[in-house]
C-alpha cells in the first residue's frame, strides 16, 4: 500500500511559477513510476508528466514539454513537479500517482496507476 499526499499548489498569475511535491509512504518508492496528472472543470483527468523509478526517464505530455519538469527524490520518498511559465489553461486540480506499468507507451493512461494522492489546487490568472 502506498499514500500519496501532494501539496505546492494555489493561486499564481500567468508566467508564473509553481512546485508540486507529492510525499509517498512505504519503503518500495523506487520501484515505482510516478506520474502527475490533472483534471480542470467539466474536462477528463489527463496525463501531465511521469518518471521512472530511478529517475531516468521522463515523459510529458506535448502541452507542458519545455515549461513543465518532473524530477524525484527517492532518498525522501518525494516526486516534484515543477511548472514555469504558467498559462491559464494550466488551471486544475493536480494530483500525482505511483504505479508500475509495464511499457513505458502505458505510462500515459489513468489505468496504470494503483495509487493516487488527494489532489492539489493550482489557478493560473490571467
Known amino acids: 500500500q502506498v499514500q500519496l499526499v501532494e501539496s505546492g499548489g494555489g493561486l499564481v498569475q500567468a508566467g508564473n511559477s509553481l512546485r508540486l511535491s507529492c510525499a509517498a509512504s512505504?519503503?518500495?518508492?523506487?520501484?515505482?513510476?510516478m506520474g502527475w496528472f490533472r483534471q480542470a472543470p467539466g474536462k477528463e483527468r489527463e496525463f501531465v508528466a511521469a518518471i521512472n523509478g530511478a529517475g531516468e526517464r521522463t515523459l510529458y505530455a506535448d502541452s507542458v514539454k519545455g515549461r513543465f519538469t518532473i524530477s524525484r527524490d527517492n532518498a525522501e520518498n518525494t516526486v516534484y513537479l515543477q511548472m514555469n511559465s504558467l498559462k491559464p489553461e494550466d488551471t486544475a486540480v493536480y494530483y500525482c500517482?505511483?504505479?508500475?506499468?509495464?511499457?513505458?507507451?502505458?505510462?500515459?493512461?489513468?489505468?496504470?496507476?494503483?495509487?493516487w494522492g488527494q489532489g492539489t489546487q493550482v489557478t493560473v490568472s490571467s
Open positions: 512505504g519503503r518500495t518508492f523506487d520501484t515505482y513510476v
Open positions: 500517482a505511483a504505479g508500475r506499468p509495464a511499457y513505458a507507451r502505458s505510462w500515459y493512461w489513468n489505468s496504470s496507476y494503483n495509487y
